[in-house]
């Protein structure tokens, strides 16, 4: 059975927990979001340094863990709780609509409204102030849009992981 609550309220925790991640890992140094912006940006400012890759990567590590947890441990909570033996298209449901619920609010809250709109002196990379590419909602639209496809493999291969362990 469907738990719509438990998906969403276990969804904003992950979208929480990530986008804090997220906000931090370009706060401390907005370089870090190269590879996520806009072509214009992408081409002004240099490849990062081996340095900086490393801070990506402690960033990156415990991103990647919530992705994959979060969503994993609500599923096999699902079976805990004694809603009975949920099949693998319940799992991948649950997990896909908690993956949903973080993928609108990247694009949302941390793209549209924090990057594009607000665009904080502290996320802008120095040397790129007023370039337009801080202002291209259709950017992060045209990449989540190809976001959908990794978010639906994610989800099928975690339920997989869910079901076999229930």
């Known amino acids: 059975m469907l738990d719509v609550g438990r998906m969403l309220l276990h969804g904003a925790a992950l979208s929480a927990l990530a986008s804090l991640i997220l906000l931090g890992a370009v706060a401390f140094n907005p370089r870090l979001a190269r590879m996520d912006l806009p072509r214009d940006i992408r081409e002004s400012v240099p490849p ?6 490393f801070q990506a990567l402690v960033f990156f590590l415990p991103f990647v863990a919530l992705i994959v947890t979060i969503p994993l441990l609500s599923a096999l909570g ?12 319940a799992l991948f449901i649950h997990i896909l609509g908690m993956l949903s619920v973080f993928f609108v609010v ?9 990057y ?9 990379i120095p040397g790129t102030e007023g370039m337009a590419g801080y202002k291209d ?9 190809r976001g959908v496809v ?15 362990l229930s």
């Open 48 to 53: 990062l340094t081996r340095r900086e890759k």
């Open 78 to 89: 699902l079976q805990a709780e004694g809603s009975g033996d949920p099949s693998y298209w």
């Open 106 to 114: 990247d694009l949302v809250v941390l793209d549209w409204l924090v």
């Open 116 to 124: 594009c709109t607000i665009t904080p002196r502290c996320l802008v």
């Open 137 to 145: 909602y259709l950017h992060h639209l045209r990449a989540h849009a």
């Open 150 to 164: 990794w978010m639906a493999i994610l989800a099928l291969a975690l339920a997989m992981i869910a079901w076999l």
